[in-house]
């Protein structure tokens, strides 16, 4: 784990491995680096360096309040890390809110982005996912320990099917942390002041964004029972972008692991016209 300072002196961590085409990946909401452990097994990290940022507020980041954490504060950390890095310009994996970032990224920056992979996440989101996702925001679960959470998750995450015991138990040692006072979460509670207000505000057209993206080598996985990105943004994603590589994930909800076989072709798939570029 290495760290950088921001220009309004947030300090964000980062992970930095393999060599060859920088891939940035980007994690949804109350997520981090460690959402991309698995994916990271099935890359060929000679040919692919993956850079994974804690987001400010996220895993070992550190914590600066509800009023920055925004997609628009969020995606000039991605940039600035990108600088301490001196990388020119990198592809983007962007998990939920990361694929939001990622589409900012190409629309406000777009020679800093070589092509992108979406991840359960387009320009328009399920109201009633996003209200799911607000619930359990900055609410630490009722249990003793980090077992009980790993019985409960299977309950908990809607959408998700035939997924092992043992992965329930990496997710939720990714996603809580077990201490002297109890269970808690591995983020700034402020995060549901922040996703709140969002929710509040009126609705934008982020359309122009997705749009904003054509030319670039772009993949976008949906996960086939998610209640965030319905199947009908995905066909009209598809549609406007005819070149961009597409799964329906089998038995996952919101979102996938990227482990997943159907995920996997994609993502290697975009990889390798990346390469061509």
């Excluded at 406000?108 to 070589?114: D, F, P, Q, S």
């Excluded at 009209?236 to 159907?262: K, S, W």
Aim: with cysteine.
């Amino acid at each position: 784990m290495r760290e950088f300072t921001t220009a309004d002196g947030a300090r964000l961590a980062y992970r930095d491995e393999g060599a060859g085409l920088p891939v940035l990946a980007l994690a949804g909401m109350t997520r981090d680096g460690r959402d991309f452990d698995y994916l990271s097994q099935h890359l060929d990290l000679g040919a692919v360096r993956l850079i994974r940022l804690d987001s400010r507020g996220r895993g070992a980041s550190q914590w600066t309040g509800a009023q920055t954490y925004t997609v628009p504060q969020e995606t000039q950390d991605a940039l600035a890390l990108l600088d301490h890095l001196d990388i020119p310009a990198a592809a983007v994996v962007g998990s939920s809110r990361g694929g939001l970032i990622a589409m900012v990224m190409a629309a406000t920056a777009r020679a800093r982005v070589l092509g992108i992979c979406l991840n359960d996440v387009g320009p328009e989101l399920e109201r009633a996912g996003l209200e799911r996702i607000a619930a359990y925001i900055g609410v630490p679960p009722a249990v003793d320990s980090l077992e009980e959470v790993a019985e409960r998750l299977p309950g908990a995450m809607a959408g998700f099917r035939d997924v092992a015991s043992t992965r329930w138990l990496e997710e939720t040692v990714r996603h809580y942390r077990a201490g002297e006072s109890g269970i808690s979460v591995p983020y700034d509670p402020e995060l549901r002041t922040a996703f709140e207000a969002g929710l509040a505000a009126p609705p934008v057209d982020l359309w122009p964004l997705f749009d904003a993206c054509a030319g670039l080598p772009m993949a976008l996985l949906r996960g086939a029972n998610s209640d965030v990105l319905s199947a009908k943004t995905a066909e009209e994603m598809c549609r406007r972008q005819p070149d961009m590589g597409f799964a329906n994930v089998p038995d996952r909800g919101h979102i996938p692991f990227l482990d997943e076989p159907t995920a996997l072709d994609v993502i290697h798939a975009w990889i390798e016209r990346l390469a061509k570029v």
